[in-house]
């Protein structure tokens, strides 16, 4: 029988008073999942799902990651997601527009703000009114191509594409560079003249400790996917901090890695 009540709204986790978000991630990325969660401001619940497709190829994964989306929702089921970050910046590189994820990604109670680590990126130039941009790129040269040529094909002016050296051990090409060779790769690119901004791209090198140190000896905005990630998000949560102060030296996410990765700023010289 119908009472006439109301019905029951969808419950929401006591941890996540500002926003539930969806971080999907790739499968083997050791950065994404805690340097974004260290930027998203207190009272942020992020559920992570790592995207797993069984390629040997990169290439082939990269697309599949970002042509897949709804697969790697469907593990949420009926969560209260207020948002979803798509922490992977090499798919974007590789589709073609019309292949690449929009804005918006549709849930059970309807749009739902999709934030991609590329879209944030560009969001965050244009923010800052940069155009002439010095790329870094933890890449292997096959994906810092397409990558430049992505950021070109976006009214940008990749410069000067730094590649960051290869990494000393075994294993992921990306995920396996160190704070250390990035950190020496951005002090080399906020040399560059003409430049208005520097650009990590990547999500699964850890660029934020590096980024940390190095925008606080630099006279210029260093930009990283994750950071970029992070903000985008709060922006599409309705939060109004601008770009300028997310980079700026007393931005609340700096103590916090700094009390969350301790050792990884003391190995870059930053007690």
């Given at each position: 029988m119908n009472t006439g009540s109301p019905p029951i709204a969808s419950p929401r986790p006591d941890l996540g008073a500002s926003a539930v978000v969806a971080l999907l991630t790739p499968a083997e990325n050791p950065t994404a999942e805690p340097?974004?969660?260290?930027?998203?401001?207190?009272?942020?619940?992020?559920?992570?799902?790592?995207?797993?497709?069984?390629?040997?190829?990169m290439h082939e994964r990269l697309r599949a990651y970002e042509l897949q989306m709804?697969?790697?929702?469907?593990?949420?089921?009926?969560?209260?997601?207020?948002?979803?970050?798509?922490?992977?910046?090499?798919?974007?590189y590789l589709l073609?527009?019309?292949?690449?994820?929009?804005?918006?990604?549709?849930?059970?109670?309807?749009?739902c703000p999709l934030i991609g680590a590329a879209n944030a990126v560009e969001r965050a130039l244009k923010a800052l009114g940069a155009r002439r941009i010095a790329l870094v790129s933890p890449y292997p040269p096959a994906l810092t191509q397409p990558a430049t040529a992505y950021?070109?094909?976006?009214?940008?002016?990749?410069?000067?594409?730094?590649q960051a050296p290869p990494s000393k051990v075994a294993g992921h090409p990306i995920y396996t560079q160190t704070s250390s060779d990035l950190l020496a790769v951005l002090e080399t690119a906020v040399r560059q003249r003409g430049i208005d901004a520097?650009?990590?791209t990547g999500t699964g090198a850890p660029s934020l400790p590096?980024?940390?140190v190095a925008s606080?000896?630099?006279?210029?905005?260093?930009?990283?996917?994750?950071l970029a990630t992070a903000w985008a998000l709060c922006?599409?949560?309705?939060?109004?901090?601008?770009?300028?102060?997310?980079?700026?030296?007393?931005?609340?996410?700096?103590?916090?890695?700094?009390?969350r990765f301790p050792a990884s700023l003391a190995r870059l010289g930053m007690a």
């Open positions: 340097e974004i969660s260290t930027l998203l401001t207190p009272d942020f619940n992020v559920l992570t799902a790592r995207m797993y497709a069984p390629f040997e190829d709804s697969r790697w929702l469907e593990p949420f089921g009926d969560a209260p997601l207020d948002a979803v970050a798509f922490a992977c910046t090499g798919s974007t073609a527009p019309e292949q690449r994820c929009s804005d918006r990604i549709l849930r059970g109670k309807g749009p950021w070109a094909s976006r009214g940008f002016e990749p410069d000067f594409v730094l520097v650009v990590a590096a980024l940390a606080l000896r630099a006279d210029m905005p260093i930009l990283s996917s994750n922006q599409d949560l309705g939060h109004t901090d601008s770009i300028t102060d997310w980079l700026a030296a007393d931005a609340p996410w700096r103590a916090r890695l700094a009390a």
